[in-house]
Structures are given as structure tokens and as C-alpha cells.
């Protein structure tokens, strides 16, 4: 709702990828891990994933833009 529709899939990918480092952090926290190491973590392999799937979205054209 807040973000212009030329905007909204970066809208979409940086909000995920922000809540997702909220979540490494809380789960470091809680594990009794390092808490700059888990949010590293999630926010790495969850952009992996993400660029993959848009990738491979793209390649078989089943892109949003």
C-alpha cells in the first residue's frame, strides 16, 4: 500500500529480506548463536533464493514486470 507500483517488487524483496533479518536475529538470539552471523545468514541464502526463483522465473517468462 505504500509503495508506487513501479516500485513494488523492490518494495517487496527489501521488506521480505528485512523481516527475514529480524527472524535470524531473534533465532541467533534464542539458539545462543551469534547474532551478527545468524541475521548474515538468513538475509545471504534468502536473497540467493530470491534471485534464483526470479531467475529461473524469467527464463521460463513468468516475470511480474
Known amino acids: ?13 527489501a521488506s521480505a529480506l528485512l523481516f527475514l533479518a529480524l527472524l ?3 533465532a541467533a538470539r534464542a539458539g545462543g548463536a551469534r547474532l551478527g552471523r545468524g541475521v548474515l545468514r538468513v538475509v545471504f541464502w534468502s536473497a540467493l533464493s530470491m534471485a534464483a526463483a526470479s531467475g529461473i522465473g524469467a527464463l521460463f517468462g513468468a516475470t511480474v514486470a
Do not use: D, Q, S, Y
Open 24 to 26: 535470524g536475529g531473534l
Open 1 to 13: 500500500l505504500l509503495a508506487p507500483m513501479p516500485m513494488l517488487a523492490p518494495a517487496i524483496v
